[in-house]
């Protein structure tokens, strides 16, 4: 198979499921995303099945072209295999979660978490190849077009790419309840504060609203 083997997409911000969104500003921030609310008792899982996996690439255009059909029924017709790609998909989404929300706390990501990602990355450079395009060349990936986890391989490089990034990057954690969504901050003087004004923001501003409420009816019953 060959694919264009970039980690960019042309047209974020669509939801895959409901509350799914692409809108961190990077393919690995978005993956850590499909879990939110970590914190939380009960937090909400977005990719609850190897098609959930799928269907989230598809929206993401992570996948190339009619690449996810061919996912899917591999996925149904192998099903031990695609639980074991769900798993390791897990397993790289923690990773990524790990090094990335210890940037967003000031931290540095810890060595595990770089040790845990380092298989994975290794995976993806080996279906990479570099094949004339343009004036120069392109990366292209390669490899069986019914290879499952080749979901995985763009959000490696992804998580790679951003780790090795040559310029400052600001990361940062949302802090609106049941949130916690990474996102890269290219605001000019940092001042992206939530994943998303219209969702996290607002709900914020409702809570001031009706906290200021309360304060003023407690007053007059007291007054
Ligand atoms: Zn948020």
């Known amino acids: ?42 937090p909400v899982e977005r990719i609850e ?4 996996l799928i269907a989230w690439a598809e929206t993401g255009r992570v996948l190339a072209e009619g690449r996810a059909e061919i996912l899917r ?13 769900l798993a390791r998909a897990f397993a790289l989404r923690a990773a990524i979660h790990c090094a990335f929300a210890a940037m967003a706390r000031g931290r540095p990501p810890v060595q595990g978490a770089i040790d845990r990602l380092n298989p994975f990355v290794l995976e993806a450079a080996r ?13 292209r990936w390669h490899g069986p077009a019914e290879t499952l986890d080749q979901v995985l391989w763009p959000i490696a490089l992804s ?21 916690g969504w990474l996102f890269l901050d290219r605001s000019k003087n940092g001042s992206r504060r939530w994943c998303e004004m219209a969702v996290c923001g607002n709900r914020a501003k409702a809570r001031r609203f009706k906290r200021r409420q309360n304060r003023e009816q407690q007053e007059v019953g007291n007054g």
């Open 1 to 42: 198979m060959t694919m264009e083997a970039g980690t960019a997409r042309s047209a974020p911000s669509r939801a895959a499921t409901p509350h799914t969104k692409f809108l961190s500003g990077a393919l690995c921030l978005d993956f850590a995303n499909t879990l939110s609310g970590r914190m939380d008792e009960a």
């Open 49 to 52: 099945t190897h098609a959930d």
């Open 127 to 139: 279906h990479r190849r570099l094949e004339p395009a343009g004036g120069g060349a392109a990366w």
């Open 73 to 85: 029924a591999g996925g149904a017709g192998r099903r031990a295999e695609g639980s074991t790609i």
């Open 159 to 179: 998580a790679a790419d951003l780790l090795t990034a040559s310029s400052p990057i600001r990361i940062k954690e949302c802090p609106g309840p049941h949130c």
